[in-house]
């Protein structure tokens, strides 16, 4: 197969996603609201595929099986099971409580929601600050997918640069056209397709190899330990840290955490976290087992390259490794789309409209996001071209600083005596710990610290705790502002 050829397969699935961008920009209305939150009408296969595809990011196709090639298949029960299970428990507790208060108040962001309970614009301004501080990496980290992608389909024929710099190009011309009811519908399509695409793509290298049993036993013989639970990286501090600190930071992260205001009803968002845990095992099992399984294979994944095109060239026709490589893309755009629509938001919502143009029309504020949506991704792709670490490095990076943010908001959520200075506290300080942590890796001036303590349990696990019992321990001491209203959230359930 022709380079060309490669190359249109996958420029072309990027253009039928950028199609239905196109149409949703036709139907929609220029609000704020309709670009950020589809006028909250989305149902419950929109939203759970959406919710789903907005995850099918680099971490997934390219972090996950790398891991599984290097150290074994137990990150399937970190992110297929655990975080499967997890993550759709605080769907419930986090998510369906925002809805609830979101659709009585018409909050378009988190900072909005808790700024208006606390009288804070500074919290606001804080929780925007934070979240736009750790979704910079995981912006850069798709990008970074995509150009290893890129390059390892075309044998590095297409350098690096050129496969983030496409992705990138895609995703800020789709997001300025698109707004939330593109990212929505295109991420149902993107969605239902991996899900489809991986599973033939596991069958057909099977076939290839001996069947389930030629291949598992081919991977016991290369790397016996294998075939046992831990072992290696997989610590119980790693295991337990991982699969806490993922799930916690998921719920944070801005394009999921603001799906929680999107659905057009309760049962919408009852039924979707319900359906969860079976769709996302759906997905990794055979993902990162064919990561697994390319240790018994005789095929030579350079060091640095991502193990899923390496093993897709080898076993199945290169028609049929470009589609998924772009489909791959075309689900880390769905990511980037959706990370940057709600980034955008919440600086124009919670920085912007509060600190520098209160009257700004919803017309105004819509294109200004636009503008940052541009700004922000170029500056992540910048950053990219530095490969600042592996892509599991800096996807759990950006986990972990969003994950310090969950037990201050749950704390919110449920107890009317928490206090804006409890918040502010329960947030910033762990936050400013964990960044120092991260920094003093890349700055030479810093002394380095450590990321994990004691075989494996993650540092921001600890900070997890801090942050909740400053929350409630400052909050204590502290007594409402006159701004403070637990009235806001006081909701009960459809």
């Known amino acids: 197969?022709?380079?060309?050829?490669?190359?249109?397969?996958?420029?072309?699935?990027?253009?039928?996603?950028?199609?239905?961008?196109?149409?949703?920009?036709?139907?929609?209305?220029?609000?704020?609201e309709d670009y950020y939150l589809a006028s909250r009408s989305i149902g419950t296969v929109v939203l759970l595929f959406t919710t789903f595809a907005t995850l099918l990011s680099a971490f997934t196709f390219f972090g996950g099986p790398n891991l599984a090639y290097e150290a074994g298949p137990e990150w399937l029960i970190v992110m297929g099971a655990l975080d499967g299970v997890l993550f759709a428990v605080l769907w419930y507790v986090i998510g369906y409580k925002q809805w609830l208060i979101g659709n009585r108040n018409g909050y378009l962001t988190l900072g909005e929601m808790l700024g208006d309970r606390f009288g804070s614009?500074?919290?606001r301004a804080l929780v925007a600050g934070v979240s736009l501080i750790w979704l910079f990496p995981y912006v850069m980290l798709q990008q970074m997918g995509a150009g290893e992608a890129v390059a390892g389909l075309t044998g590095g024929?297409?350098?690096?640069?050129?496969?983030?710099?496409?992705?990138?190009?895609?995703?800020?011309?789709y997001v300025v056209l698109a707004g939330m009811r593109g990212v929505a519908w295109t991420d149902t399509v993107q969605?239902?397709?991996?899900?489809?695409?991986?599973?033939?793509?596991?069958?057909?290298?099977l076939s290839q190899v001996g069947g389930l049993g030629g291949a598992t036993a081919s991977m016991l013989d290369a790397r016996p330990e294998f075939g046992s639970?831990?072992?290696?990286?997989?610590?119980?501090?790693?295991?337990?840290s991982s699969a806490i600190t993922i799930a916690f930071g998921v719920t944070m992260f801005p394009q999921i955490n603001q799906r929680f205001f999107v659905a057009k009803r309760g049962e919408v968002l009852k039924k979707s976290f319900a359906l969860w845990?079976?769709?996302?095992?759906?997905?990794?099992?055979?993902?990162?087992?064919?990561?697994?399984?390319?240790?018994?294979?005789?095929?030579?994944?350079p060091e640095g390259a991502n193990v899923l095109p390496v093993v897709l060239n080898e076993y199945t026709p290169m028609w049929f490794a470009a589609l998924v490589i772009a489909g791959a893309m075309a689900a880390m755009m769905s990511s980037s789309d959706s990370m940057l629509l709600s980034g955008s938001s919440y600086f124009t919502r919670d920085v912007y409209r509060p600190f520098v143009n209160p009257d700004a029309s919803e017309r105004r504020e819509a294109w200004l996001g636009r503008?940052?949506?541009?700004?922000?991704?170029t500056g992540a792709f910048l950053a990219s071209l530095l490969r600042p670490g592996t892509l599991i490095e800096v996807g759990d990076t950006a986990f972990s600083g969003f994950a310090l943010l969950a037990l201050p908001v749950i704390c919110a959520l449920y107890w009317d005596g928490i206090t804006r200075d409890g918040m502010v506290t329960g947030v910033l300080v762990p936050q400013v710990a964990y960044l120092t942590v991260v920094l003093s890796s890349v700055l030479p001036v810093v002394p380095t610290l450590p990321r994990s303590v004691l075989g494996g349990w993650d540092v921001a696990l600890g900070l997890m705790v801090l942050s909740a019992a400053l929350t409630l321990g400052v909050s204590w001491l502290t007594t409402p502002t006159a701004d403070d209203d637990p009235s806001r959230f006081a909701v009960a359930g459809d």
């Open 191 to 205: 969605g239902l397709f991996m899900l489809s695409i991986v599973w033939i793509a596991a069958v057909w290298v």
């Open 371 to 377: 503008i940052g949506v541009a700004a922000f991704a």
């Open 1 to 32: 197969m022709s380079l060309s050829l490669q190359l249109g397969i996958v420029v072309g699935y990027l253009l039928v996603a950028l199609a239905i961008g196109l149409l949703a920009y036709r139907v929609a209305e220029a609000t704020a």
């Open 229 to 240: 639970f831990g072992g290696g990286v997989y610590t119980p501090g790693f295991i337990i």
């Open 277 to 301: 845990p079976v769709l996302v095992l759906l997905l990794f099992l055979p993902a990162f087992m064919l990561g697994a399984w390319a240790v018994g294979m005789p095929v030579d994944v």
């Open 121 to 123: 614009p500074g919290l």
């Open 157 to 173: 024929a297409v350098p690096y640069w050129a496969g983030a710099a496409l992705i990138t190009a895609f995703m800020i011309l």
